[in-house]
């Protein structure tokens, strides 16, 4: 990659907003120099951000997006989305899979996210038999990020179990079983195999929850050589912390930072049923959370306690989940949203400082990077160059700057307004459109045609 300059009209830097900035990337997709009241050369660019990771992604549920939406049984819930999400996922082929992963991962970028954190669990066949090469999809999902040039985040799953009482996998769970021997097999091939990425990819890894693993388990994951954190699902739902009370004797973050004394080397996704003294006691301990507004609304889960994790210091990332939609302005503006209706008030997340749009966003960049190992979710020299731009001459943005420019574009606007996306330097998003949108888009449409005319 040959070293490229940008010139933002306006951008956000830590220092706060800068005019007419000439941003350089270097060959290794680092920032080397960030310039306010410069020259106009290089790549003109409307107003310049910071990328966020999206922190959790499960690629393949994209294929399942809008089929779940009316009642199968009296009481419709997470628990019955579930169940249809298991009868789906016994129907994908690895090439479906790839297809799949691929126009997640556009869709992302296009959306303005620079990286991503898949939360990688399909490892076997249907019936659970491993693939000739155990390894098989995980290297599917290896393929798609080095066609769409997303900055990659593996987070292998490890699962063993069917629930807290230590019942077995069945059905649609086959597929995602692994003893600790055959998982660490499938870790260190993902190494491997990441290893042909650019080097910005990184290796996480993701002990399921604690419904799927056990303390001796949870500890094996997290002692695993990683550039990434370790990210675990925990109370998502109302059922599963009381399962861990009923098992463990605690609530499930309760548990987590008395057990397993979790810092910032952890990463816990939803975190949706936590007491106020959880929260503030997650903050405290380094470990962030990966929330997931858009999804946690369509299954029903809850509101995050954002208003009160972040006055306490808490790192929050940004995750997309079952990709029922992808959209970055939207995840922003359903966190803002669910806050409002909780509190019923309006401006929730903002500070003195800083507006909803503004507070928002730089926590999720950051946030973010973090939650994938990344050294990024800053406009500033030396940081990875995960950027993305808006179009100030939109008619939802003309006129506006700063802060409000940022909520015009997540309150009123939405990610159609995103013109350049750059992952790690990588400029794969231009006006608007993925550079091989056409053929990603086009190998995805087949898949769903076949898939959707076997419903
Ligand atoms: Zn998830």
């Known amino acids: 990659m040959a070293s490229t300059r940008l010139f933002a009209r306006e951008a956000l830097t830590p220092e706060g907003w800068a005019q007419n900035v000439s941003v350089e990337i270097g060959a290794d997709g680092r920032i080397v120099a960030v310039t306010p009241n410069a020259n106009s050369q290089g790549v003109k660019v409307g107003a310049l951000l910071p990328a966020p990771g999206n922190a959790h992604s499960h690629a393949f549920q994209r294929a399942m997006a809008g089929l779940t939406e009316y009642r199968s049984a009296a009481h419709d819930d997470f628990w019955t989305w579930r169940t249809l999400m298991y009868h789906f996922v016994e129907r994908l082929t690895p090439d479906d899979i790839e297809a799949i992963a691929a126009q997640v ?192 609304a369509n299954l029903g889960d809850g509101i995050f306690p954002a208003r009160d994790y972040l006055s306490a210091g808490g790192a929050l990332a940004l995750g997309s989940d079952s990709n029922i939609r992808i959209s970055l302005s939207e995840e922003l503006r359903a966190l803002e949203h669910s806050q409002r209706l909780r509190d019923r008030e309006r401006a929730v997340l903002a500070t003195p400082e800083k507006s909803c749009g503004r507070r928002m966003l730089e926590a999720v960049a950051e946030g973010g990077a973090s939650a994938l190992g990344r050294d990024a979710g800053r406009i500033e020299a030396g940081a990875l160059a995960d950027l993305f731009a808006l179009d100030t001459a939109a008619p939802d943005l003309a006129g506006l700057s700063g802060d409000r420019l940022l909520d015009a574009w997540i309150f009123a606007g939405g990610d159609r307004l995103v013109t350049d996306v750059w992952a790690a330097g990588r400029h794969m998003v231009k006006d608007g459109r993925h550079i091989k949108r056409d053929a990603i888009a086009a190998r995805f449409n087949k898949v769903m045609l076949r898939l959707r005319s076997e419903l």
């Open 105 to 296: 991962q556009m869709e992302m970028l296009e959306a303005g996210f620079a990286a991503i954190g898949e939360f990688h669990y399909l490892h076997h066949q249907p019936d659970g038999t491993p693939y000739e090469n155990p390894a098989e999809l995980g290297e599917r999902m290896f393929s798609a990020a080095a066609e769409t040039g997303i900055g990659y985040a593996h987070l292998p799953v490890l699962y063993m179990r069917g629930g807290m009482d230590g019942r077995a996998l069945q059905g649609g769970q086959r597929r995602f079983g692994n003893t600790l021997d055959t998982f660490e097999n499938l870790f260190e091939k993902a190494r491997t195999g990441l290893a042909n990425l650019p080097g910005d990819a990184r290796l996480g890894v993701a002990p399921h929850s604690l419904r799927a693993v056990d303390e001796t388990a949870l500890r094996f994951a997290a002692g695993l050589q990683r550039t990434a954190p370790v990210h675990i699902h925990a109370a998502e739902q109302t059922g599963e912390v009381d399962e861990a009370l009923v098992h463990l004797g605690a609530r499930p973050v309760e548990w987590l930072l008395d057990k397993m004394k979790i810092g910032a080397d952890w990463r816990l996704v939803h975190a949706t049923q936590m007491t106020e003294t959880e929260t503030k006691a997650l903050a405290a301990s380094g470990a962030g959370i990966v929330v997931c507004p858009i999804t946690e």
